[in-house]
């Protein structure tokens, strides 16, 4: 999984209470992203990060925040967890090529999170 | 904006036989396009891409994908399926000179029976 793992891998929570996920990468990519899949949605951005302190919101972002103080690690907090985000959360990385961008993202084997 | 709309959501074909998975997209400026595979319970890998040059993308494990611009495709061909190859099949979008961010398909199931 090119260099990225991802933390907890399964989580079941109740509703209400703060999630952190964890991604790491060994890779030094200055492109993090976060994603969550449903079935019949294929993957939908949450947020991202194009450096430390740098982040940015994707198009389901609501409930969801994020941080990233250093390269190597981007947080997934759900403040309080409801049952709509039960989900497969995905990380992924990318770096640019010859200084542009290319879009190649490579993806973290995802965490399973259930909120009963 | 840009979209990517995976025709079928499922796809059943026997082993051996030939199969396309089929993906348009929509877009206002050059693109970049992708296809990743998702083996049950795993992440998604990158099975090729096209950022430029020949239409013809050759990726891993045989599959291949053309892009048609006039169209607005990118279709992913197998000419003989493996068991190995059940899985979910993405088709992705990015801009060229635009952000670092993919807009994806919603999956097509492939299901290889004997």
């Known amino acids: 999984d090119a260099g990225i793992t991802q933390s907890p891998r399964h989580k079941v929570t109740e509703t209400g209470t703060p999630v952190t996920l964890r991604c790491h990468q060994t890779e030094n990519h200055r492109y993090m992203y976060w994603y969550r899949q449903d079935p019949g949605h294929g993957l939908r951005l949450i947020h991202y990060s194009y450096g430390v302190k740098d982040t940015d919101k994707g198009e389901v972002s609501d409930g969801y925040s994020v941080s990233r103080s250093k390269t190597e690690d981007f947080l997934l907090t759900l403040e309080s967890a409801t049952s709509s985000q039960t989900s497969v959360y995905f990380c992924?990385?990318?770096?640019?090529?010859?200084?542009?961008?290319?879009?190649?993202?490579?993806f973290g084997a995802g965490t399973r999170l259930s909120v009963l | 904006a840009q979209s990517v709309t995976q025709l079928d959501s499922q796809v059943p074909v026997f082993e051996e036989a030939p199969v396309e998975l089929r993906c348009n997209y929509s877009s206002s400026v050059s693109v970049y396009l992708f296809w990743y595979v998702q083996y049950p319970n795993q992440g998604l890998q990158l099975l090729l891409k096209?950022?430029?040059?020949?239409?013809l993308v050759k990726g891993i494990n045989g599959f291949e994908a053309e892009f048609n611009k006039s169209q607005t495709s990118f279709h992913l061909r197998k000419p003989s399926v493996h068991i190995s190859d059940t899985a979910e099949y993405f088709c992705a979008v990015g801009s060229q000179g635009g952000s670092e961010k993919l807009v994806f398909g919603k999956g097509t199931k492939l299901t290889v029976n004997p």
């Open positions: 992924a990385i990318s770096e640019r090529q010859g200084g542009l961008a290319k879009n190649i993202q490579y």
């Open positions: 096209y950022l430029s040059g020949s239409t």
